[in-house]
């Protein structure tokens, strides 16, 4: 069985994209009277906005790899591909980075993990995250390991 994962929901993209688009332009503008230089530098930075906003990670996995892939569209930016095999077991664990998430991660030997999923501005672990946990453990015959709820 293969289990695709899309992150980035698409229901606001638009509206910020169409945002980052106008507050872009006009900044650009404005940037124009001063340095055509400085235009250059303002609009590659929120052009890159722009493309970083409309890009989606997609994840696959199936029983031998974990592919995480960036989409524009339906363009490729990158690909990247794990082997299952380097994975024994799944976790849940509410992580303090710059700020409080939770995040379902594979577990690979000597520490080594990749998180799949993650949940912004959270404190818990939600009942998706369970789900999904118990979903990659039955379907992949991963280990289920502990579960961290502090950070």
Known sequence: ???????HPHRKKPQYAA???????????????????????????????????MS???????KTQVIISN???????NKKAFP?????GVRNRVHWGHYKHC???LIGRNGVFLP???EFMTEKISTEAR?????LVKEFKLESCRDFEHA
């Open 1 to 7: 069985m293969n289990i695709d994962l899309k992150f």
């Open 71 to 77: 989409l524009i569209g339906r363009f490729q930016i």
């Open 56 to 62: 989606n990670k997609v994840v696959k996995i199936s």
């Open 116 to 118: 799949i999923r993650v």
């Open 19 to 53: 945002m980052i688009l106008l507050v872009g332009a006009t900044t650009t503008m404005w940037a124009t009277k001063v340095s055509p230089i400085l235009s250059f530098a303002i609009g590659s930075y929120w052009f890159f906005l722009l493309l970083k906003t």
């Open 103 to 105: 995040q379902t991660e």
């Open 131 to 135: 789900e999904l946990k118990e979903s």
């Open 84 to 88: 299952m095999s380097n994975f024994y």
